[in-house]
């Protein structure tokens, strides 16, 4: 009997001890922060959360602090100085922590997701030291300004390909989604690209933001488009379809206005006549705006209003106007059907067939090729 009682005490012991231990463990399990001040005139340092409530305090000792407790996952956490308003931001897990605030500046040591995040900051101060590098180089000119802004392209995509690879491989934790809440310059399809990811996908809250972010920038490039959209509906002019006709030409040859069109984007209907006098003074006028845009995909063509083709095909030598297109409409046919009452007459068309401009001026004709050509 005594022997019993002997050996359920020691059972009692031991499991008494036992879960003294696992007290023990659960404790050590939590967080530590050793923290370090540079100088203070204050006498606390508190810790605050995501929302920057004050979560916990501690009185510094010899421009010395400590934090202890335990969170169920990482969290976004900040350390302000008494007194102070900056707001040092460390991520919090179930470890141990080395921090030394200097001022405005923290250096932090420990922490899985900690460690990841500075080694992140390190990556990305180094391509913005690289483009301060080219900046100086620019500036004193040891780099022309085209290979200036190719490298500092070549950066941005770099600083893209970097913050897009971060949220991705830390998809699961609060890494991807504390860096997506600054602003990254992510356009709508890098965005669309990233939410894609199986891992992101996983991620409710990550996807979440992505997904809102998406929408708001969605919402934008639709007004952005309709506007644009109706910007040009109100320049674009509505333009008349040409009459189509057709007629014999120097040869007796069927011309058709039709024909001349293709293959040309700018076509000048020119109503003339050989004993027309304003007509010929504006030929050589004529003739130089022919000569400088006919590679271009500009031609002419003709209605002449002779009675006599011998005179009407004199006047087209005379005036060096073969190389263009020449219809003979001695009974008025086609001009009539323009509703033409007096000569010289111009009809500038496009590659559609439709009327650019009807009575053209010769200025105004020089004009409109200077802009569609």
């Not at 979560?55 to 100085?81: E, L, P, R």
């Not at 050589?284 to 209003?305: D, M």
Request: with cysteine; hydrophobic share 40%.
């Amino acid at each position: 009997m005594r022997k019993l009682v002997i050996f359920l005490s020691l059972v009692f012991i031991t499991l008494t001890s036992c879960k003294t231990d696992v007290k023990k463990e659960v404790i050590k399990s939590g967080f530590s922060v050793n923290g370090t001040l540079s100088t203070t005139n204050s006498s606390l340092v508190y810790l605050l959360n995501d929302l920057n409530v004050k979560i916990d305090s501690s009185k510094i000792n010899k421009n010395s602090f400590t934090f202890n407790g335990f969170v169920d996952s990482a969290k976004d956490y900040k350390i302000q100085v008494q007194n102070q308003t900056k707001k040092h931001p460390i991520i919090i897990e179930n470890s141990k922590y080395s921090v030394f605030v200097d001022k405005n500046d923290i250096t932090i040591i420990g922490g899985l997701l900690n460690t990841k995040q500075q080694k992140f900051n390190s990556l990305k101060k180094e391509l913005s030291f690289k483009k301060l590098a080219l900046l100086d180089s620019f500036m004193v000119k040891k780099i022309t300004s085209k290979d200036f802004r190719k490298s500092i392209e070549e950066i941005n995509s770099e600083l893209k390909i970097l913050n897009s690879d971060y949220i991705i491989a830390n998809a699961n934790n609060l890494l991807s989604s504390t860096l997506f809440l600054t602003p990254q310059n992510f356009d709508l399809e890098e965005l669309k690209s990233i939410v894609s990811n199986t891992e992101v996908a996983k991620s409710t809250i990550l996807k979440t933001l992505l997904d809102k972010e998406i929408t708001r920038q969605q919402q934008i490039f639709d007004a952005e488009l309709a506007e644009k959209n109706k910007i040009v509906a109100a320049k674009k002019v509505y333009r008349k379809p040409a009459i189509m006709f057709s007629g014999d030409g120097l040869n007796r040859e069927l011309i058709s206005l039709e024909s001349i069109i293709k293959g040309n984007k700018i076509v000048l209907i020119d109503f003339w006549a050989s004993w027309c006098g304003p007509c010929r003074m504006v030929t050589p006028r004529v003739r130089e705006i022919y000569n400088k845009y006919k590679n271009k995909g500009f031609t002419i063509l003709t209605v002449s209003e002779d009675k006599n083709r011998e005179t009407w095909k004199s006047g087209i030598e005379q005036d060096n106007m073969l190389s263009w297109h020449h219809i003979f409409d001695d009974y008025g046919r086609i001009s009539s059907m323009y509703g033409i009452k007096s000569i010289p007459y111009m009809v500038l068309i496009d590659g559609n067939g439709r009327i650019i401009k009807e009575k053209i001026s010769v200025s105004e004709l020089e004009y409109q090729l200077q802009k569609l050509l």
